[in-house]
Structure formats: C-alpha cells, structure tokens
C-alpha cells in the first residue's frame, strides 16, 4: 500500500472534527452526552431504548469512577506497531475452546450428493435421477444432459478446491442452503478469520476498533486494533486488512451488509488498496436464520450466544452506545468507557467461531 499524499489532512480534518464536538457537548454538558444531539432520535422514547440506556449510563459511570486515572497499557496490555502510517494498538488475546476439526473427505462426498448444485436440476428432478442409479455429481458426468455441468463442477473442485465448488452454485441456489455450510468444512480450521467491527455511527464515520479471531487447536485468538485517538484509523485499517489478506476465509456475523461495505468504504476514504481479502465470506447470521428462526425469538448474535450457547455477558455495551461511550474516553482520557467496547468486540469474535461451530453440528 502506498501512502495518499493527503491522507494526513484527512486524519487531522477528523480529528479536529471529533475534538470540536467534545469541546462544544463538553462547555454545556456533563460527561456523559446525548446520543439524540448527535445521533438522531430514532428508537428514543421507547421503554426498552429508555432502560438499556439508562443501563449503560449507569455501566458507564461506574467505570468512569473505577478506573480513574488507570493507564490504558496498564489494563489492556497491548503493544504500538507502527507502519507507514502511522501507530496501531493491538490487543491480543486467547480463549480455551474446542472446534471441531472435520473429515474432508467425507465432507465432499456429502456434497457431492446433492445434485441440485447442477443447473436445472431441482428436487424432483434429483430424486428421479437418484432412482435412476445417478447418486452423486461423479455418476451424472454420465449422463447425456447433465454430464458437462458435472464435469465443470468436479473440475472446479479439483483444480481451486472450495472456492472453486462455490463458484460453480448456480446463481438461484439459496447461499444460506446446508449444502453451502456444508463446503465449508472442507476448509483447514487455520483458513477462517473471524471479524466485527465497532464504528462511530453511520456510513462515513471512522472505524475505532478493528476485531479478528483466528482458530488453533483447542483455543481462539483474537486481535484487536484499538484506535487510541481518531488520528490512528488509517494505521490500524492497514494492519487489519493485513491481517485478513492471510487468511482464505471470512467469517462473520451480518458481515455482508454492515462490517465488509463499512470496512471497504474507510479503505476508500484513503485511497487503501484492497485487493487480497478473502473473497470466499461465510455471513453467518443467514445460516443462523436459516437454522433456528423458528425457535428461537430472533437471531441475534447474543441471543444465539445465550439460548443456544449458554453464555451471558455482564457489563455489556449496546452497540447503539459505542459512539457515545468512544466520545466519553476521547474528551475525559479517562479508559473506563473503552472496556465494554474492547470486550464486546472480543466476546463477538469468539462467539462467531462458536457459532460456526454449532452450524456445523446443526447440518
């Protein structure tokens, strides 16, 4: 990547943006400052938005008074690496936890089961075929219609393993299908990167922390990058896309539509090259819907976290409150509001691999 000669007016016109706004919320307001003046009023007035923010006022005024004046290397324990453009601050990690390695090969005689991965053929169609004595892919290349289309599907297979059976799904196949999660298995556990963002509001805002988790056996790792001030985002983007560039594998949970299109429009923002990063990306919160809509109330991360995992969390941040929170350490210098961020990001990446985990079981 090479630097954008006006990327350093562009980190400070951010800076300067957030400075002046803790300036004027600070010469009227308390600490703790409206998330209404800054981010609309949607979803304000309501019982519950009333109570979970009342909540995290609460949380937050707590940590506020707990950790004054604690340094933030002092508890996070992370390290600066710097690069061309400028200094990051990564936070690492790592939990004992067990994922399943699977059976590649079992796992691509299951796919090649399905029949309706070649165009045309549909449920009807595969059960006559399989009556027939056509039970996988490898005996239609047989057969006088579908012979090519399983051909091009094994040769694909063969030739650019999981990636190449993905592209090869015709266009109309659900990517929420079994059939999809199932090819994923055949990737190594080593192949997956785990990855959430949390930002300061909508599209156009800096990102401020930047999670990613990675499997080994019977542990996950994570890495954060923790923007310690708005000036670090360009920095910390570079390491992270780094990250992600050596992994085959995306993972994560509402990813197409929120973490990726975010992520890409900040590598925009500063002419960030962005090319290498995993096209292969398995959004997990399709699958989940896919998998337990009809049992569980909604599909949320933290509702699969609890129902389905067991887990709760304490002291928790909404996210709806991140930005809030952000803005609260920016002007006081006080980490007590980076905590719940820190740790609501990491507890999103290691549950994304557990969640992995139990689709996996699922199907």
Known sequence: MKINLNLKDKISGIAQAFKKKSEDTTASKPV???VESTYGSKGLGS????EERQRALELQSKLLK????????????????????????????????????NDIEKVKNCILSDLQLIRGIG??????????????????????????????????????????LLDSIPNNYPKSHPTIMEASKMHKLEDFVFYDIETMGLFGSPIILFGMSFVADNKINTKQF?????????????????????????????????????TQDRL???????????????DLLHFSRRAWGNNLENCKLQT??????????????????VPEFYRNYLRSGNIGPLVPIVEHNKIDVVTSAKI???????W
């Open 32 to 34: 703790v400052d409206s």
């Open 47 to 50: 019982p519950f938005f009333d």
């Open 66 to 101: 707990k950790y004054n004046g604690v340094h933030l290397d002092d508890y996070f324990k992370g390290r600066v690496i710097k690069s061309e453009y400028g200094s990051s601050y990564c936070i690492e990690d790592e939990f004992k936890c067990k994922i399943k390695r």
């Open 123 to 164: 449920e009807k169609t595969e059960i006559s075929l399989k009556n027939s004595g056509y039970n996988t892919i490898c005996d239609l290349t047989k057969h006088n219609r579908y012979g090519s289309c399983a051909k091009e599907i094994l040769t694909s297979l063969e030739n650019n393993g999981v990636s190449g």
């Open 226 to 262: 923790l923007l310690r001030n708005i000036n670090e985002e360009p920095s910390s983007l570079y390491h992270t896309i780094s990250e992600l560039k050596t992994r085959k594998a995306l993972v994560t949970f509402n990813g197409k539509s929120f973490d990726m299109p975010f």
């Open 268 to 282: 925009g923002y500063y002419r960030m090259d962005n090319s290498g990063i995993p096209q292969i990306h398995y």
């Open 304 to 321: 699969i976290e609890k129902e389905l995992l067991g887990e709760s969390r304490k002291d928790d941040v909404p996210s709806s409150m």
């Open 356 to 362: 992995l985990n139990l689709l996996w079981e699922e």
